[in-house]
């Protein structure tokens, strides 16, 4: 770090002692450089010591490093100056330094105040306690669950209409695993509140007065309904100004176009006059002309319009509901949620009695913790929370980005007043709100805070690093190119505008490639789907699964490219897939599906006739027959027993040790072999010995393993 020569941004992130200072580091900026050189700045110009200052990370991984580049950082800086007895003394400190994870910062904290702790009933948690590990914490939740779910439905037993309601809605009275799923479901996201209790508590008195009208839903739902609209009438528009090259199209299809994205525009103003307004637009296409020819214009042009009809049937589906009538949806629907809202409370209150009863905690409890420690009831801190507001001269927090509630307070509880608070991060770079974080938290404070040459004398203020030091220009620019036009408010709560985009911030050796847009043409070929289901042509789509963007439309257009199913060859000729007679192909096993139970499951491929759950087959290769009484199909993270499927499903059943990949499942009587699926080496060992005789065997099984996973 020694020759590294900041851009003027990044200077004035590292030597800015105003108010907090929130930075927004693109990726590539030289952020934790950035950080590191401001540290130094505070040691070497003001003299301060390492330990004033808590650096937050979040990961174990992230502290240890940024702990390894300051301890280096301080050798060479101690080899420069070898008379510098301040920074000497920091080389002893700079190990026990509080550079360390908010989880365990809490608990660091916790261990030394734990006694400052009302009591939980009748026990109170020790400076010893243990934190619970993930499958441990499941199983406890699991177990108390049981317990609280007998004492609900003894409730019904005594009369308790509410939770009738509630088990008859989720269960029908017969299977309570969806309610098990919910309420640990509900459970689990109010741990990113600070208070979960309370919240739960708020939420049972909005149930208890079902509002006069549904003004806070509707707004919900008209928000959704004018995205949708606003997004069709510029997608139309812009259509109807690309058939201008092909006037045949345009005129038998662009003026239907602008026809329709004028009446979408219609909800901005119907939207003004309430819900049922709205609801009596009924736009729709007029008759499109007659085109002929123009190379495939015609059908990406008639996509767009099935596309904007089908998005039309959803919002008419949502319209069709009346105002009153979704009033007495949520009169109808109270009890219910009353009873679940209960139902949670004594969930919560009992797990969280159970693990003070063992003297232990799971990761979130060490935060709510942290939170009753530092604040009061009424948010005024504690006087633990005044001492340690004290403590530090600056509090340093890396990847802001994925904090949540619960964090966002503890840090402004051990600031000075929110005065000392240095945060870094990059919002377009947040992958873990499926684990509770809250980008919002970051965009509040970048949307409401001035830029750092605006802002006053220890106000609170945003800096942006948007110099990239990784990437050429070429790079940027395809990133540039394709987040412009896939980011937006809608989709990922920020506008890709100016400030947002990546600068080239490294000087690289001319390259001869070409633009951005280029650059994808260049790198894709024409839609075929002929190509496509041939195996010769790789669509690639654009979402993600955290967010659920994209996933919908990618499964729709998936299945519209795939093939039927097709006939599979065996040593007995084709099997043709309408054939009566069931059979499959196991073409994948997969091991640790469920990690409690370690199973190992086949998927196989139906390839002809009708598959029932229960029926009796024969496994060619074993020559055994065996039912296959609990066949599942997965999606993501969700099981599903199949009572029937049919040639081209994928089901899974369970495997005790019999399937390898490319067996052959039949009826009984019907006895062939698929042809398996060719089997390559990219890595053979060449050698192998046991260590000891009694060894032997595992290595034979080790050595056969891998064929039956599909992996030679």
């Known amino acids: 770090m020694g020759s590294f020569e900041p851009t003027p941004q990044q200077r004035r992130a590292m030597e800015d002692r105003g108010g907090s200072l929130l930075v927004s580091a693109a990726a590539g900026s030289g952020k934790t450089k950035v950080l590191v050189e401001r540290l130094f700045g505070y040691m070497e110009r003001e003299r301060c010591r390492i330990d004033d200052f808590l650096i937050i990370t979040f990961t174990k991984a992230a502290a240890a490093e940024l702990r390894g580049r300051i301890a280096a950082e301080l050798s060479q800086r101690v080899a420069r100056q070898p008379e510098n007895m301040h920074l000497r003394r920091q080389m002893m400190r700079v190990y026990q330094a509080d550079i360390k994870t908010v989880d365990a910062f809490c608990g660091s904290l916790l261990r030394e105040n734990i006694h400052l702790l009302p009591p939980e009933g009748q026990r109170s948690l020790t400076p010893d306690f243990r934190v619970l590990d993930q499958q441990e914490a499941e199983l406890l939740r699991m177990q108390v669950l049981e317990q609280v779910l ?371 043409d260049g790198a894709g070929y024409e839609f075929d789907l002929e190509a496509v289901r041939h195996g010769r042509l790789s669509p690639v789509f654009f979402g ?25 060859k065996s040593d007995a000729g084709e099997i043709d897939p309408f054939d009566d007679d069931f059979s499959a192909f196991v073409f994948k096993i997969q091991a640790n599906m469920n990690k409690a139970h370690r199973d190992r499951v086949a998927f196989m491929r139906i390839c002809s006739g009708k598959f029932e759950k229960g029926m009796e087959v024969l496994h060619v290769q074993g020559d055994k027959r065996m039912k296959l009484s609990q066949p599942q199909q997965l999606m993501a993270q969700e099981r599903e027993i199949v009572d029937e499927a049919y040639a081209g499903d994928i089901i899974g059943v369970f495997d005790p040790g019999i399937f390898s990949i490319g067996d052959t499942i039949s009826v009984p009587g019907k006895k062939f072999r698929f042809e398996g699926i060719p089997t390559f080496a990219p890595d053979v060992p060449t050698f192998m010995m046991a260590r000891t005789p009694c060894s032997a065997i595992e290595q034979r099984s080790a050595s056969r393993s891998p064929s039956k996973r599909g992996s030679s």
């Open 150 to 520: 007998e004492e609900f439905y003894q409730r019904i037993g005594r009369g308790d209409t509410q939770a009738q309601q509630l088990a008859e809605t989720l269960g029908a009275g017969r299977d309570d695993r969806a309610l098990e799923r919910l309420v640990l479901d509900i459970h689990g996201k109010i741990q990113s509140h600070a208070y979960p209790m309370r919240w739960l508590e708020r939420l049972r008195g909005q149930w208890q007065q079902v509002p006069e009208s549904v003004g806070p839903y509707r707004e919900v739902l008209t928000d959704s309904i004018l995205r949708r609209t606003r997004f069709w009438a510029r997608k139309l528009t812009e259509t109807a100004a690309w058939m201008e090259q092909y006037p045949d199209l345009y005129r038998g299809y662009g003026d239907r176009f602008l026809e329709m994205a004028e009446q979408l525009q219609g909800y901005e103003t119907a939207a003004q006059e309430g819900w049922d307004a709205m609801a009596r637009l009924k736009p729709a296409f007029r008759r499109m002309g007659v085109v002929k020819g123009c190379d495939g214009a015609k059908e990406q042009a008639q996509a767009v319009r099935k596309r904007c009809k089908d998005e039309l049937d959803e919002i008419g589906a949502l319209l069709a509901v009346s105002e009153s009538e979704q009033l007495e949806d949520l009169e109808a629907m109270a009890p219910a949620m009353l009873a679940l809202v209960r139902l949670t409370e004594d969930f919560t209150a009992a797990y969280q009695a159970e693990k003070v009863r063992r003297n232990c905690m799971d990761f979130s409890d060490q935060e709510h913790y942290a939170i009753r420690l530092l604040q009061g009831d009424d948010g005024a801190p504690t006087p633990l929370g005044r001492q340690l507001s004290g403590r530090y001269r600056e509090i340093m927090v890396d990847e802001y980005q994925d904090t949540n509630e619960v964090q966002n307070r503890i840090f402004d509880a051990i600031s000075c007043k929110g005065q000392n608070l240095f945060t870094v991060g990059d919002v377009k770079q947040s992958i873990y709100r499926f684990r509770l974080a809250d980008p919002r938290i970051f965009l509040q404070h970048y949307n409401t805070w001035p830029p750092l040459e605006d802002a006053e004398e220890h106000d609170s203020a945003k800096l942006l690093l948007s110099r990239n030091f990784r990437s050429r220009k070429e790079v940027l620019d395809a990133t540039n190119f394709i987040f412009c036009n896939i980011l937006s408010e809608e989709m990922g709560e920020l506008d890709y505008g100016a400030d947002e985009m990546l600068r080239l911030g490294a000087n690289y050796v001319e390259s001869s490639a070409c633009g951005a847009e280029e650059l994808l």
């Open 544 to 568: 993600s699964a955290l967010t659920n963007f994209g996933v919908e439309p990618f499964l729709e257009d998936f299945l519209h490219m795939t093939t039927p199913p097709l006939p599979r």
